[in-house]
Every structure is written in C-alpha cells, then in structure tokens.
C-alpha cells in the first residue's frame, strides 16, 4: 500500500485536471493522495470528489513558496483546513502577486522583442496561482521557443533576463500558518534546495516533517534526509512532484510512499487537534 503526497493539477501549474489525475492515481494503485498545488487550495474540492469516486484516501494540502536565510524554501501543508479564512487571505494574496509577477515579466520579454500578450499567459494558465511554466508554454505556443527547456534555460531561469524574484513569506510564518489552519508542515524536496543548514531553524519554528522520497533525490540523498528525519523526530513524507507529462510520460507512479507515513500524519494531525494545539474557537 502506498501515497503519493506531492502532487500538481491545472489549478496551479500542473496539466492534468484533478479528474485525471485521481484516474493516474488510481490506475497506479494507490491508496492515498495529497493534492500540493502552489499557493492555492483550489484544487482540492475537486480533487476530493474524485478521490471518493474513485476509492482513493485524500489528504487536502498546498506547497508554499517561503523563505529562510536566504534559501527559497517550499513549505508542504497537509491536511490543511481549506475553508480557514486566514489561510484564504495568504493564499490570495500569494496569488495577486503570481499576478503582477506575470506582467512584470512580459513586460520584459516585451523589452527583448518578443510581443508575447499576458492575456496569451492568463488564457492558457486558467487559475488562480499562475507561474513561470504558464509563460514558458506560452512561448512555446508562439513559437518563440522550441520547448519549455529552451524557455527556462534562454529566459526564466533565476537571473536570465525576464527572470523576475517571487513573493515569499517566511518559513516560520508558513509553518504557523499551516498549523492554524490544522494541518501539519513538511519541508518540499530538501535535496533541490540545498538548505541542510537550516533544518534545525525549521525544526524550532515548529516544522512537522521532511519529503525524504521525491522524484529528484537519488537513493543516497533519500536515505540521508530518512536519518536526518529520525535525528529531528520529523514524519517522513514523500511524492513525485508531478506536474502531467514530463518528457512521455508522468511522474506519478515513480516515487512510492509507504502508506505507514500517511497513518503517522494522520495520528499526529489528530492527536494535536485533540491537544487542542490548533483552532480555539474564536480565534481570529
Ligand atoms: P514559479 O512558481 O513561477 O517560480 O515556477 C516554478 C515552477 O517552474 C516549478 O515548480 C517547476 O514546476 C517549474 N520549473 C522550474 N524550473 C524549470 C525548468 N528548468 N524547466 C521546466 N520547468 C521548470
Ligand atoms: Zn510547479
Ligand atoms: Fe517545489
Ligand atoms: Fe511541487
């Protein structure tokens, strides 16, 4: 029995509608789901209904763009209550700025001659929480680009020209957040971030868990951040980032999580709403 807890649909940038997505994850033969669009919960209503039909456990979750120390640091929320009105307020406000940051960068790809429209971008993105990828497939629609490697590689990639920096909050602030909102806090794929050094700070700030298992870390990063989350007393989490087809074929399928570290996410989401550590009535 197995999960896979990273996940992406077409509510942020992902490709597959949660529909085909719940049908990939069925057809893999998992049991449970976590849907991590970035900075939205959007997809989650959906994806749950497709969950149920298709005799799938679902956990509602979102991957936050945070901050700390310097390091661009993907925050994992699961179990989040959708419906919690602060959590609501950040993640509208993650995506006015996604918003802006799509103009800016047109803007500039403007500057370098090539007459890409934002309408083209918001057109082909369709949510809430668009991002870099929604710009590369629209210059890839264009034609302005060969693939969405070359759109990265000549543009968007972190200081080429229409690169433009993304709102972040902190780490800490996130990981609050994430508890206000009842769910827990996990650390997205520690392997791509190169952020080791500030696990402890996390650690302190409250963070619950570590995605040990994902597509991009080799078997020796997997088990190194498996003791490191031993070391911390952290729940290990894991998935395959999936974002619909990369290079023929989905990611979903190749990271398998033991569904053990879904029982344990759940015991502790559970036991810490019994403590009552999140959501005393009336709290703002
Ligand atoms: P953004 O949230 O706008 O900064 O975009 C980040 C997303 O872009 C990541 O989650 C990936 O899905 C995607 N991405 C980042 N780098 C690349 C790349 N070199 N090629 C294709 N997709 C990428
Ligand atoms: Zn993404
Ligand atoms: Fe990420
Ligand atoms: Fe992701």
């Known amino acids: 029995m197995f999960a896979d807890l990273h996940l992406h649909t077409n509510f942020s940038d992902g490709t597959y509608t949660p529909e085909e997505l719940a049908g990939h994850a069925q057809r893999c033969g998992f049991r449970a789901v976590a849907l991590t669009d970035h900075d939205t919960v959007d997809g989650c209503a959906r994806m749950a209904a497709s969950c149920e039909s298709a005799g799938l456990e679902f956990i509602p979750a979102a991957e936050l763009t945070t901050e700390m120390g ?22 509208r406000r993650f995506q006015e700025v996604r918003r802006g940051r799509v103009f800016e960068m047109v803007a500039r790809l403007n500057e370098l001659n090539i007459p890409l429209q934002t309408e083209a971008v918001f057109a082909l993105a369709n949510c809430r929480s668009p991002g870099r990828p929604h710009i590369a497939r629209a210059l890839v629609q264009g034609g302005w680009c060969s693939g969405l490697d070359e759109a990265f590689e000549r543009f968007l990639k972190k200081g080429k020209p229409a690169w433009v920096p993304k709102f972040k909050i902190g780490a800490a602030e996130a990981i609050e957040l994430v508890h206000h909102a009842g769910g827990l806090a996990s650390l997205a794929h520690p ?7 500030i696990i402890p700070d996390l650690v302190a700030a409250g963070l619950d868990g570590l995605e040990c298992f994902h597509t991009k870390h080799s078997t020796s990063t997997t088990q190194r951040y498996l003791e490191m989350a031993d070391k911390h007393q952290l729940l290990v989490t894991g998935g395959s980032d999936c974002h619909g087809m990369s290079k023929g074929r989905p990611l979903i399928g190749s990271i398998k999580v033991p569904y053990e570290c879904v029982e344990r996410l759940r015991d502790r989401m559970q036991r810490r709403a019994v403590e009552g550590g999140f959501l005393l009535a009336g709290d703002p």
């Open 70 to 91: 310097g390091h661009e640091v993907h925050v994992l929320g699961y179990y989040l209550d959708i419906q919690n009105p602060r959590l609501g307020e950040q993640l």
């Open 191 to 197: 392997g791509i971030n190169h952020c080791d050094e």
